[in-house]
């Protein structure tokens, strides 16, 4: 019995965007018409906590007007024959309905909340969150996303499982923006990596990748059969 390969999937904006979530970097810094500041950061919600909640509250009744597109199908699709690990910047479930089993969120998730005074109290939330949502300990309730200038909790556990991926698949995220050029510098030597994106040919990288410069939906699936007829 031969032990399955390892395929760690870094996925960001890109993949979600053509699910039609649309991504702050691609209006000019305005994440639906709010400077990323106002809504991303500890600052912003001490200074207009209701317009925080709001701008969430929009984003989490969004997620039920789009589907898992192509890409992500294809990501869980691989778990028939490798050892996958999806490694994601983004906040929505469309990985977790595309039936990819073992997922890291590293900024966190739209469906949960958590304490503003005990970060490990933390519940799942589908409907909005308003000013007077308390945890059991009678604190607010706040987004259980990691804002701009917050520690990112699962960076450690993602790097582990980057170390020992034998091919890393970096879809819709550039390897110039954090955390993706970070975790890429932990991959071994031998590690292959593809980069999938519509500018791939243009990121310039330390690190030797296999640029793909097509969109998601369509270069996952032809990627996805490839790996399995090779390795697989």
């Not at 906590?49 to 969004?62: A, C, G, P, S």
């Not at 050892?83 to 739209?110: F, P, Y």
């Amino acid at each position: 019995m031969y032990e399955k390969k390892k395929i760690i999937v870094l996925t960001g904006a890109g993949i979600s965007a053509e699910s039609g979530i649309s991504t702050f970097r691609d209006a000019g810094g305005l994440w639906e018409g709010h400077d990323i500041m106002e809504v991303a950061s500890p600052q912003g919600w001490r200074k207009n906590t209701k317009l925080v909640l709001d701008f969430y509250n929009i984003r989490r009744r969004q997620l039920k007007n789009v589907e898992p597109n192509p890409a992500h199908w294809a990501i869980s699709y691989l778990e028939n024959n490798f050892d996958v690990v999806v490694i994601t910047q983004n906040v929505d479930n469309l990985h977790e309905r595309a039936k990819s089993s073992n997922i890291i969120h590293l900024h966190g998730e739209l469906l949960k909340v958590r304490s503003t005074k005990n970060e490990s109290l933390v519940y799942e939330w589908e409907t909005d969150l308003q000013l007077g949502d308390y945890c059991e300990e009678g604190a607010q309730l706040r987004p259980h996303i990691v804002w701009f200038g917050e520690d990112v909790p699962m960076m450690s556990v993602a790097i582990s499982h980057v170390r020992q991926a034998d091919i890393i698949l970096i879809i819709g995220t550039s390897l110039l923006v954090y955390p993706a050029a970070r975790l890429v510098d932990y991959a071994k030597p031998d590690a292959f990596i593809y980069l999938i994106d519509p500018k791939a040919d243009e990121i310039k990288s330390q690190r030797a990748v296999i640029p793909i410069a097509q969109k998601a939906g369509e270069a996952v699936p032809r990627l996805v059969n490839e790996l399995i007829e090779r390795y697989g």
